[in-house]
Nanobody, 124 residues
Framework: QVQLVESGGGLVQAGDSLTLSCAATGRPVNWNTMGWFRQAPGKDREFVAHITRLNTSYTAESVKGRFTISRDNTKNTGYLQMNSLGPEDAAVYYC??????????????????WGQGTQVTVSS
């Protein structure tokens, strides 16, 4: 079993940066693929980025060039560095994890463990 706890959300101004953290307990995070999703009010949960156990990563086109996913296996923690934030980035951000080996990790159905979410608010 894996438990995930996100932190680092908050209120920022447009153009600011923010780094989210996802601390994992239970199975070591380097065994898992870790993903980040976000959900704005009234919208579906949207894939943001993932990083595999081999440290290969993929970032959604909507945030490519602004967001960077990374992991520190010694700390069992994943990160999402977010730069040049805009109002369109405001959402609850969730980290997720899976031990499964599959072709892609861009669907919420690809993940087995979820954090409780952290709110990111961007003022214009």
């Amino acid at each position: 079993q894996v438990q995930l706890v996100e932190s680092g959300g908050g209120l920022v101004q447009a153009g600011d940066s923010l780094t989210l953290s996802c601390a994992a307990t239970g199975r070591p995070v380097n065994w898992n693929t870790m993903g980040w999703f976000r959900q704005a009010p009234g919208k579906d949960r949207e894939f943001v980025a993932h990083i595999t156990r081999l440290n290969t990563s993929y970032t959604a086109e909507s945030v490519k060039g602004r967001f960077t996913i990374s992991r520190d296996n010694t700390k069992n923690t994943g990160y999402l560095q977010m730069n040049s934030l805009g109002p369109e980035d405001a959402a609850v951000y969730y980290c997720a994890s899976t031990n499964r080996i599959i072709l892609t990790y861009r669907s919420r159905n690809d993940y087995d463990y979820w954090g409780q979410g952290t709110q990111v608010t961007v003022s214009s």
